[in-house]
């Protein structure tokens, strides 16, 4: 079975720090792996995505992620955050037998004070 | 290449009517997954749809709700006789296959009152 676990509901950070937020997946077998930006009242925007090719993903908007199969991680980093970067962010593992279906994390709120 | 499309983006109904949320795939797209959003909550999967089949329906409730993706038209989420523990946002993604990413719509956010 696939599982997600996000640590931190909510994440602050001042412009121009780093974001880090982390995300842990359960897989049986070899993950796909997802990270989703939700910005209020909208539908999830792909920020990036790990396929089993390089383990370091890089996305859109300046974001990437490192995908550490010793750790069960998939956390999502960015070297200087950004105002505009201020939104809900979800982890998603997909894989198996349920291919197809995402399982989501429950999600982090990232708040960006200038 | 239009996205996916959901409509309404917004439906109030009463307790006890019913619910009809319409998705259509971007082009191409043959799948669509149905998922659906509490408050503080990520999305729990609901349905997975190929073109006239259900391949997964595990994460529906098995009483009030039904879903659909018929040969021509939309795919369709139906709620009967809505509680308010329905209210929530119910995102529709599609992609071309099962092992492609998923792209999503901006959602239904259904209230019922």
């Known amino acids: 079975a696939q599982s997600v676990t996000q640590l931190g509901s909510h994440v602050s950070v001042s412009e121009g720090a780093l974001v880090l937020l982390r995300c842990n997946y359960s897989?049986?077998?070899?993950?796909?792996l997802f990270w989703y930006v939700q910005y209020p009242n909208q539908g999830l925007q792909l920020l990036l995505k790990y396929t089993s090719a390089a383990t370091l993903v890089k996305g859109i908007n300046g974001f990437e992620a490192e995908f550490k199969k010793s750790e069960t991680s998939f956390h999502l980093t960015k070297p200087s955050a950004h105002m505009s970067d201020a939104a809900e962010y979800f982890c998603a593992v997909r894989g198996g037998s349920t291919l197809g279906r995402l399982y989501f994390g429950r999600g982090t709120q990232l708040t960006v004070w200038p | 290449n239009a996205g996916v499309m959901q409509n309404p983006r917004h439906l109030v109904r009463r307790r006890g009517q019913e619910a009809r949320l319409r998705c259509s795939p971007m082009k191409g797209h043959s799948h669509v997954y149905w998922y659906r959003q509490l408050p503080e909550e990520g999305l729990k999967f609901m349905v997975y749809l190929q073109k006239e089949n259900i391949i997964d329906e595990s994460g529906m409730p098995k009483e009030r709700f039904s879903a659909e993706f018929p040969k021509e038209g939309p795919s369709i989420l139906r709620i009967q006789q809505v509680v308010r523990g329905d209210s929530a946002a119910y995102f529709c993604a599609s992609s071309p296959n099962r092992e492609s990413e998923a792209f999503f719509g901006q959602g239904t956010r259904l209230t019922v009152v």
């Open positions: 897989s049986s077998v070899p993950p796909y």
